[in-house]
């Protein structure tokens, strides 16, 4: 998702790296004891994936460099964790594998977004409009969007990542929107 706006974060090509910001993303931080932070990350973590530990612990490292991992030092243990520009990479990866599940049976309630967003977040505001499209929403006009299956938890964890406010999204559960013909041949209802 997002292929078409990607201004301000370059998604990580590598899996070793992508499960390590997302293992971190997802746990908040890691206090490890020990000597090797990467060892006791790749053991406690990540070892189920069978990545070989020499390249699990070169791409820690590399991830420290960049400043994307933090590492503290607290006593004989060790806290692990992302640092915000860290947490900006793991929330688009989030972000990228959205989807919004289809039910067995449609319960007959359409879910309208409506937004606002200023011009001076006119990158977010098409990123947000791109992220709808992706997720199969469709336009009922320029800022209004419709999807038919449940998505509350997809669009506020947009909202958060975008950094939008509540008066700038609003969501809608409706019964009845008028002639819903076109939407319903859409969602294959």
Known sequence: MLRKYKYYLRKPKGEITKDILLALFVGGMLIVGGSSTAAALWRSILQRKKYPRKKFCDTFTRLHRKGLVAIEQQGHRVRVALTPEGKK?????????????????????????????????????????????????????????????????????????FGLREEEVRFILAKNIGSDNLLRKHFQL
């Open 89 to 161: 990479l793991a929330g688009y990866m989030q972000i990228d594998r959205l989807e919004i599940k289809r039910p067995q049976k449609w319960d007959g309630m359409w879910r309208l977004i409506l937004f606002d967003i200023p011009n001076l977040k006119n990158h977010q505001r098409n990123a947000f409009r791109g992220t709808l499209e992706e997720l199969g929403f469709l336009p009922l006009q320029k800022s209004v969007w419709v999807h038919a299956f449940d998505c509350v938890a997809e669009i506020e964890l947009l909202k958060d990542f």
